[in-house]
């Protein structure tokens, strides 16, 4: 099982394409931890929680919280973090992209 996450640069307009190509089971436990932990966060709290797992799961040095941030739409943004957890965890059968 591989995981996927695009990024369009907002500086560039060019798409970046992270990949894991190995998920260890470790990873699909933490973010099954996350999932239980997350319920006892708040908003941003969560919103924290979830980007420093993906920045941590991609172990790229291009990809930094700040990047995400950076980059990542408003209106979509939370619900790309939530489809990388999703695709950790084997849950749905998201491209990377946001959009099921």
């Given at each position: 099982?591989?995981?996927?996450?695009e990024?369009?640069d907002?500086?560039?307009?060019k798409t970046?394409?992270?990949?894991?190509d190995?998920?260890?089971f470790?990873?699909?436990r933490?973010?099954m931890k996350?999932q239980?932990?997350?319920?006892?966060?708040n908003?941003?709290?969560?919103?924290?929680?979830?980007?420093d797992?993906?920045?941590d799961?991609?172990?790229?040095k291009d990809?930094?919280?700040?990047?995400?941030?950076?980059?990542l739409p408003?209106?979509?943004?939370?619900?790309?973090l939530t489809?990388?957890?999703?695709q950790?965890?084997?849950?749905?059968?998201d491209d990377?992209?946001g959009?099921?």
């Amino acid at each position: 099982m591989g995981v996927r996450l695009e990024i369009t640069d907002q500086e560039t307009g060019k798409t970046q394409v992270f990949k894991k190509d190995f998920v260890s089971f470790r990873k699909t436990r933490e973010a099954m931890k996350l999932q239980v932990d997350i319920q006892e966060m708040n908003e941003l709290e969560t919103f924290d929680a979830m980007l420093d797992f993906v920045v941590d799961l991609f172990e790229d040095k291009d990809l930094t919280p700040d990047y995400i941030l950076d980059n990542l739409p408003a209106e979509s943004g939370v619900n790309i973090l939530t489809d990388v957890l999703e695709q950790v965890m084997g849950v749905g059968k998201d491209d990377g992209t946001g959009k099921k």
